[in-house]
Structures are given as structure tokens and as C-alpha cells.
């Protein structure tokens, strides 16, 4: 057991010639919120597929609760990716079904109350669904776990203000104070009201990692602001 939920010691990771990660080292607490803040391309998902162990570093090492990635620590995460990554021919109730049989930490009556809640019948596919809502559906698997990590990996692109809001919503009430969730993106006035620490990070390498209101505090600006001024072009 970690004081940790995520522990990155000089985590490093090359494609080819090109270095994706350099030397990245940051720590969550639990009870925190933090956004993994940069522009497309800045090593974001690079970095949250490694916590997953769906890339292996290069150099240094990760701890989720003081474990190595593996199959220990895909208890411990949950994982909501970039993309979709279900069959869009199953129905929201098939993918209710699929998670509860996949994850013992599912909580499938969670999940049917929140899908209950946007009106969403159950029994559509989930290809038919709005992109705004299959977006709301994937959120509600992977927050009606009882992870202790939760890693969100551009949740509220390409949706509208008012689907990013419920997300934002779900986010912030569905998970417990011994959990840490970590929100990769690079839309920081929609999300930054909810973090509790920010992490800059650009061209693989992290370049400020702060309590967001402690950064609001010394620039004397939102976190939007700041973020916009160290990634000007």
C-alpha cells in the first residue's frame, strides 16, 4: 500500500526517433482531481496508456497503489479511452452486462439509474445513439466503478457544451475520496472548475505540475489563461 494512487518516477518512451515521453516524474494523492493539461500530440495518451500498461516505458517505473502495471492494477483502474472501443451493435443494457461480468467493482445498478436519468432507452444500440450520448454512456461505465484510479483520456471532445457539462457533473459525483481521477485534455475552460491540480506537459516533457487554485492564485488569472499563455505558438 502507497500513500500514492500514482506514482511516475522518470518515465520515458521512444517511437523510433521520436521521443514521446522524456523523463516524466508526478504523483497523485487520493481525493484529487487533475488534469493532464497540453496541445495534441504533447504525450498525453502516450502517458496514460503506459499507466494501463498498453505501452511499456522505456525508462523508469510506474506505481498504481504502490503496484507495477499488471494484472493486479486493471482492478484498481478504470479506464475510459480517446475513442470508442465497443461494438456499437450492442445495446446499452449489453454493455451494462458486459462491464458487470468484466469488473467485480461494477456497480450495475449505478450505471441503469444515470442511463435512466438521460432518458436513454436501454434497449437501443448503441450506433444509434447521438454522439453527445454514446459519449455520456462510456463515462457512466467507466465511473460506475469503484476504481481507485480513474483514467479519462480526452472525455468531453468533439461533444457539445451541454453533454460536456453532464460529464463534468458525473465526473466530479462519482467517485469516493480514497480514489484520484486523472483527465487528460487540452479544453481546459471546460474542465478546469473541477481540478484540484493541474499538470502542463509539452512535447513529452512535464512542465509545471501544481494545486490549480495555488496557480490561479500567483498568476492571478484562470488556469485557461495561463495554459494559453505557455502554449502559445
Request: aromatic share 6%; hydrophobic share 40%.
Amino acid at each position: 500500500m502507497s500513500e500514492y494512487i500514482l506514482d511516475c518516477g522518470g518515465v520515458t518512451k521512444r517511437f523510433g526517433y521520436v521521443t514521446a515521453l522524456n523523463n516524466v516524474s508526478l504523483r497523485l494523492t487520493p481525493g484529487k482531481i487533475a488534469g493532464l493539461l497540453g496541445p495534441n500530440g504533447s504525450g498525453k495518451t502516450t502517458l496514460i496508456k503506459i499507466i494501463n500498461k498498453l505501452l511499456v516505458p522505456d525508462e523508469g517505473a510506474v506505481y498504481i497503489n504502490g503496484l507495477r502495471p499488471g494484472t493486479e492494477t486493471k482492478k484498481l483502474i478504470s479506464y475510459l479511452p480517446d475513442c470508442e472501443s465497443v461494438n456499437g451493435n450492442m445495446s446499452v443494457d449489453e454493455l451494462i452486462g458486459l462491464f458487470s461480468d468484466f469488473y467485480a467493482d461494477f456497480r450495475a445498478d449505478t450505471s441503469r439509474a444515470m442511463i435512466d436519468n438521460l432518458g436513454i432507452d436501454p434497449k437501443v444500440k448503441l450506433k444509434t445513439l447521438s454522439k453527445g450520448n454514446r459519449e455520456k454512456v462510456r463515462l457512466i461505465m467507466a465511473m460506475s466503478r469503484r476504481a481507485k484510479l480513474y483514467l479519462l483520456d480526452e472525455p468531453i471532445g468533439g461533444v457539445d457544451p451541454a453533454a460536456r457539462d453532464y460529464i463534468i457533473n458525473s465526473i466530479i459525483t462519482n467517485y469516493s475520496p480514497d480514489a484520484a481521477v486523472l483527465i487528460s485534455t487540452h479544453l481546459i475552460a471546460d474542465v478546469e472548475k473541477i481540478l484540484d491540480e493541474v499538470i502542463f506537459i509539452r512535447e513529452g516533457s512535464v512542465l509545471l505540475h501544481e494545486n490549480a487554485d495555488a496557480l490561479r492564485e500567483r498568476e492571478g488569472k484562470s488556469v485557461d489563461a495561463v495554459f494559453r499563455e505557455v502554449f502559445r505558438c
